[in-house]
């Protein structure tokens, strides 16, 4: 979800700022900077930024202001790693600022938005599905996957309706009215292209995907 910064107080802009500079700034630190120095999992990093560009570039417009797309997000957290997905997301969201198909003044919401906080929860639900279930190959793509990703979608989509209530930009009645009663459709297409990839990327290429271990989830008994 895509919001513009004319819809939003400059006081909520630079609390944007702040909280996503200290994101993306803990992203660096803790990013794998030996591993990226041999060659593969930097050449996943940037081919992971130009797939995002390339889907949040298809997006329409829900409200005044507002632009849905999917996120894509779970894949790039589940292949690369919290700190990682951060990056790839920011890098392929100032390439879009860039060129000229995101807002500059809306950026740092919307990097909270699409960027800090879906790659946050898929971590979050990553973490607690592990310690709570079996490593098995069908609970990896089903709960990890879609089900991880559909949820991501939907507090991405409701995060930004409550962001703008609580900057008087709308009201909850408007909402209710205007696109609210639609965010629980966003949950299955988001569900179904991240399982999709995620089925092919563990199935193909299991050694892309950091969260991802043949030993732990196929051959263990």
Request: aromatic share 12%.
């Given at each position: 979800?895509?919001?513009?910064?004319?819809?939003?107080?400059?006081?909520?802009?630079?609390t944007?700022?702040?909280?996503?500079?200290?994101?993306?700034?803990?992203?660096?630190?803790?990013?794998?900077?030996?591993?990226?120095?041999q060659?593969?999992?930097?050449?996943?990093?940037?081919?992971?930024?130009?797939?995002?560009?390339?889907?949040?570039?298809?997006?329409?417009?829900?409200?005044?202001?507002?632009?849905?797309?999917?996120?894509?997000?779970?894949?790039?957290?589940?292949?690369?790693?919290?700190?990682?997905?951060?990056?790839?997301?920011?890098?392929?969201?100032?390439?879009?600022?860039?060129?000229?198909?995101?807002?500059?003044?809306?950026?740092?919401?919307?990097?909270?938005?699409?960027?800090?906080?879906p790659?946050?929860?898929?971590?979050?639900?990553?973490?607690?599905?592990?310690?709570?279930?079996?490593?098995?190959?069908?609970?990896?793509?089903?709960?990890?996957?879609?089900?991880?990703?559909?949820?991501?979608?939907?507090?991405?989509?409701?995060?930004?309706?409550?962001?703008?209530?609580?900057?008087?930009?709308?009201?909850?009645?408007?909402?209710?009215?205007?696109?609210?009663?639609?965010?629980?459709?966003?949950?299955?297409p988001?569900?179904?292209?991240?399982?999709?990839?995620?089925?092919?990327?563990?199935?193909?290429?299991?050694?892309?995907?950091?969260?991802?271990?043949?030993?732990?989830?196929?051959?263990?008994?």
């Amino acid at each position: 979800m895509d919001v513009s910064g004319e819809l939003l107080s400059v006081g909520l802009l630079r609390t944007g700022w702040a909280v996503y500079v200290l994101a993306l700034l803990a992203a660096l630190r803790w990013l794998p900077w030996r591993r990226l120095a041999q060659g593969t999992p930097l050449h996943l990093l940037g081919g992971t930024a130009v797939a995002l560009m390339v889907l949040w570039s298809l997006r329409a417009e829900v409200h005044s202001g507002l632009e849905f797309h999917l996120l894509g997000m779970t894949t790039a957290t589940l292949m690369l790693g919290w700190s990682t997905a951060v990056v790839a997301g920011s890098l392929a969201l100032f390439g879009l600022a860039l060129a000229g198909l995101a807002d500059w003044t809306g950026l740092p919401v919307t990097a909270l938005l699409i960027v800090v906080i879906p790659a946050t929860l898929t971590q979050v639900l990553l973490v607690l599905i592990r310690s709570a279930l079996p490593k098995h190959f069908f609970v990896y793509v089903f709960l990890n996957a879609f089900v991880t990703a559909g949820v991501v979608a939907l507090t991405s989509g409701y995060v930004a309706a409550a962001i703008l209530i609580a900057d008087g930009v709308q009201s909850l009645d408007d909402l209710r009215q205007s696109f609210l009663p639609f965010f629980p459709l966003m949950f299955f297409p988001e569900a179904f292209v991240n399982g999709f990839v995620m089925s092919v990327m563990v199935g193909l290429r299991p050694e892309w995907v950091d969260s991802f271990s043949d030993d732990e989830y196929l051959r263990d008994p």
